[in-house]
Every structure is written in C-alpha cells, then in structure tokens.
C-alpha cells in the first residue's frame, strides 16, 4: 500500500519533468549569440550618422532583425524630396498643396520639438540643409530641393510665378534638374550677377568690401583648404535650389560633416554665415564660381513658361513693373479722395492700368502655352548662351 501510494506520489513527476526540460531547452535553443558571449544585444535604435554594418560591429556576429527600426527607403530615379529649412513662426501649410508624390522634410530650426533636429540654430538654412544631407546621404532621392521661408518671399521669382513658392516647385522641370544636376530656383539675374557679383580677389574701387566678401575671405581657406580665392562669386540669389543625388554623392559625407562643424565653430555671426552659403552653394555642386543663367532659357526649360525670346521677355517684365508702378500712383492718387473730383484723371488711371493688364496677362499667357510645346523648349535650349 505504501508503495502503492509512493508510485502514485511520483508518477506526475515523471510527466512534468520532460515538458520542463523541452521547454528550457527551447528557451536556449532560441537564445541569441549575445546571450552566451554576455555581451549587451546591439542597440535597438539608430544612433550617430549611419547605422553600423554587419562586419563593423566588435564582435562580428551578424546583425538581427529588428522590425521597430526602420529600413532607409532605396533611392528611386523617380522619387524627389523637398527640404525646408523653416522657424516656429512661419506659415508652412502650403505644403499641402503640393503634388502628394514629393516626400517633404521640414527643419524647424528654433523648434526642440520638431521632428527633425539640427544641433544648433545656427547658420540659417544652411545648418538644415547640411543636416539632411548628412543625415540622408546613403540614401537620398533622385533629386532633393532645398527652400527656406514661407510659401510668398521675395526669393522667389517676380510675379509671373506669382512670387509662390509652391508654384514654383510644382512647375519646376525635373528633366532639367537631371540634365544640369544643380539647378538655382530663381532665374532672375538680380540680386546675385553682375554689379551684385562679389569680388574676392582685391577691394572694388572706391567702396569697402562687402560683409558676404569680408566672410568668404576669411573662411575660404577653412572651407576650401586652398588659398587661391576666385576672382568673382555671382549667381543669383537666394539659398533655394534643387541637386541630383549624383552631385550630392560628388561630395564625400566627411567633408559636409567638416562644414557642418564649421558652421558650429565658427566665430561668425549668423547674419555673416547665412550670407556666405548663399553665394557658395553653386560653387560647392557645380565649381563654378560664376552660374548666372540666362533668365530666358531658364524660365522656358525651368518652368515651361516661354516667351518668344529673351527680347520679348525683357520687354514683357518692363510692361509688368510699369503696370506695377502705374498702379501705386493710383492707390497714392486715391487717398487724397480726388476720385469723384477729378472724374477725367480718374477714367485716364483706370484705362492706363486697364491696357497694360491686359498686354501682360495676354503675353503671359502666350509664353506658358508656348511652353506646352516641347519644341519651344528645345528652341529655348538651343539658343541659349554657351
């Protein structure tokens, strides 16, 4: 009996003990690699400037899956992102109204919040747009565009693209970015070329240098590593531009991370530094110390909007500031409340306005179906300054 019940006392044992060695031994089965050599598993999120690689990490074990981080998007020959470098207190909901397929990424550099971080609010724009090109150069797109400010500036082009920015991103021509691989997104010549030029190599007679040519000066070295400055820096401005990912990767990723220090060192202000970069961005892509298109061929391949030729644009933008210009001495003409007095002057502004309005919204729209046809901008190419 006794032995009876002993049998009894251990015969569920015998069934538990195998399910607890299966189990234990599936859990060592399932272990990592990192839990036998007791070392810490590898971090679970991204950390510094590029994820590690499977032979770069200390122990070369390879590395596991890990769903919660991530992969970078593979760059596309079709994908393009615009980059802006904004503040809290602009107004950047105009964004929504571009094309869905543009991926946006907006740097909101006095923002601790915002969803992109540079490391410090220094430099203007050029501090968010060397960020995104550290942060993003193993995968950028195929052309990234970078802007600053709100959706209406005075850095855009005049008022034929409406002085939109979204406008002007919308119809900007990706064909020519691919073709030029940096492409300034103002095709206005002034500020920026000619007179506006800056000399780096001696003073301009009878005038102090600049404070952009006091500041190249200064850093060229420090930037460049070289001490032979161009003669001129021209292009027109303002820090907004699109660049192919090939003119990016013509750069190598320690040399913007070199800049990016810079910009966090340096001694000067930020008036001095965002002045800078304005006038080295199309020197940095393309070069070239002096990019001054010719506004007529960049506005027909740029944005499908074609005059007849640079004669007939020249002469269109001098009707549209008349028309401009006419307008403001009405408005002033008006305050004095001589309207109803003075019904001949009033009848002489109206009808002024009233031609010029129409010979520039006729002409405009002339230049933007011109610019339907392909043909047209293939003249425009053609004909274009070498």
Not at 272 to 300: G, K
Request: some cysteine; proline content about 7%.
């Amino acid at each position: 009996m006794v032995a009876q019940s002993r049998l009894f006392f251990f015969f569920p044992l015998v069934l538990i003990i195998p399910v607890l060695l299966y189990w234990e031994g599936g859990r060592i089965w399932r272990r990592t690699p990192e839990d036998f050599l007791d070392i810490p598993p590898l971090r679970k999120e991204p950390q510094g400037d590029l994820p590690l690689k499977a032979d770069e990490h200390p122990t070369h074990l390879p590395l596991p899956s890990n769903p919660s981080v991530p992969e970078a998007p593979p760059a596309s020959s079709s994908n393009r992102v615009l980059v802006i470098a904004t503040l809290r207190d602009l107004d950047t909901s105009w964004i929504q109204d571009l094309p869905s397929s543009l991926l946006t990424e907006i740097y909101t550099v006095d923002d601790p919040s915002s969803a992109n971080q540079v490391p410090k609010n220094k430099g203007g724009e050029s501090m968010a747009y060397l960020t995104y090109i550290i942060e993003h150069y193993e995968y950028l797109p195929a052309s990234a565009i970078f802007v600053h400010q709100e959706q209406r500036n005075t850095s855009t082009p005049p008022s034929f693209l409406d002085f939109e920015l979204g406008n002007l991103i919308t119809r900007l021509n990706d064909e020519r970015v691919q073709r030029e691989g940096y492409v300034n997104l103002r095709c206005q010549l002034q500020p920026g070329c000619g007179k506006d030029a800056l000399n780096l190599r001696k003073g301009r007679e009878g005038l102090d240098d600049t404070l952009e040519e006091k500041a190249i000066k200064k850093s060229w070295t420090e930037l460049f590593h070289s001490n032979l400055l161009p003669k001129t820096l021209s292009s027109p401005c303002c820090a907004q531009f699109a660049v192919t990912k090939e003119k990016l990767r013509s750069i190598s990723l320690e040399q913007y991370k070199n800049w990016r220090t810079w910009l966090l060192n340096t001694e000067l202000g930020d008036e001095a530094l965002s002045r800078v970069w304005e006038h080295l961005w199309h020197y940095v892509f393309t070069n070239r110390p002096d990019l001054c298109p010719d506004p007529h061929t960049c506005y027909c391949d740029g944005y499908g909007m074609c005059f007849a030729s640079s004669t007939d644009l020249q002469d269109w933008a001098l009707k549209e500031k008349e028309l401009g210009i006419v307008q403001a001495e009405y408005d002033e003409w008006k305050k004095g409340r001589r309207v109803l007095a003075d019904v001949e002057k009033t009848v002489e502004f109206k009808s002024k306005i009233r031609n010029l309005q129409v010979n520039v919204e006729t002409r405009l729209e002339e230049a933007w179906e011109r610019g339907r046809n392909p043909d047209s901008r293939k003249a425009a190419l053609a004909r274009r300054p070498s």
